[in-house]
């Protein structure tokens, strides 16, 4: 079945960059988005359709997309960044939603 | 205000029942494709189930395919989740989650295909299944 992949975690200090990966097959035909979630609440979309930012998303967070890979970047990294970073897309045949296992970034 | 709330999770014994419910407000309920996504503890999230907005598609993950059924009432704004036969890896977060859906779903400037994605979550209801 169809996964998309992430690193369990990414750790940086504050202000530097933090790079967060994703990979699946169906990339290369259909978008990531990614979600943040900190702890005890609710996810929030940050990036949609590999790139884009939602209002209300800092600057600092920004997408990109090559061949069967997207990433979210986060430059200047904050310590209340510090969260869990979900991708999402679906999968090309079922359109069934797929999360990826999801990367816990620590900021200190 | 515009919202999702969850509720009637609890503890349940395995193959037990429990029939979660959500109540939406400050939106249009019937415009919107619905969703359950789950999230043990200490886990990543998984999605449950779909239901469109003109009840034309339900669908499920196979990792609940037969034992649980999703079903949604317009006129009290409400989604459900019916589970049955309840196991201990169903333990989890529940989340009741409004889909949106894009404009056109292929970009031709990429010729890549957008997805539905969820714009507003609740703030979920706990099940536990244990002995």
């Known amino acids: 079945s169809y996964e998309l992949t992430q690193p369990p975690s990414v750790s940086v200090s504050p202000g530097q960059t933090a790079r967060i990966t994703c990979s699946g097959d169906?990339?290369?035909?259909?978008?990531a988005y990614w979600y943040q979630q900190k702890s005890g609440q609710a996810p929030v979309l940050v990036i949609y359709?590999?790139?884009k930012r939602p209002s209300g998303i800092p600057e600092r967070f920004s997408g990109s997309s090559s061949g069967t890979v997207a990433t979210l970047t986060i430059n200047g990294a904050q310590v209340e960044d510090e969260a869990g970073y979900y991708c999402?897309?679906?999968?090309?045949?079922?359109?069934?939603?797929?999360f990826g296992g999801g990367t816990k970034l620590t900021v200190l | 205000e515009v919202q999702l709330v969850e509720s009637g999770g609890g503890l349940v014994k395995p193959g037990g029942s429990l029939k979660l419910s959500c109540a939406a407000s400050?939106?249009?309920?019937?415009?919107?494709?619905m969703n359950w996504v789950r999230q043990a503890p200490g886990k990543g999230l998984e999605w449950v189930s779909s239901?469109?907005?003109?009840?034309?598609?339900?669908d499920y993950a196979d990792s609940v395919k037969g034992r649980f059924t999703i079903s949604r009432d317009h006129a009290k704004n409400s989604l459900y989740l019916q589970m049955n036969n309840l196991r201990a890896e169903d333990t989890a977060l529940y989340y009741c989650?409004?889909?949106?859906?894009?404009?056109?779903?292929?970009?031709?400037?990429?010729?890549?295909?957008?997805?539905?994605?969820?714009?507003?979550w609740g703030q979920g209801t706990p099940v536990t299944v244990s002995s």
């Open positions: 989650v409004r889909e949106k859906n894009p404009k056109d779903y292929y970009d031709f400037l990429t010729n890549k295909w957008r997805s539905n994605w969820s714009d507003l």
């Open positions: 400050g939106f249009t309920f019937s415009n919107y494709i």
């Open positions: 239901f469109s907005s003109g009840d034309a598609y339900i």
């Open positions: 169906a990339l290369s035909k259909k978008y």
């Open positions: 359709e590999d790139t």
């Open positions: 999402y897309s679906t999968d090309s045949n079922d359109n069934h939603r797929l």
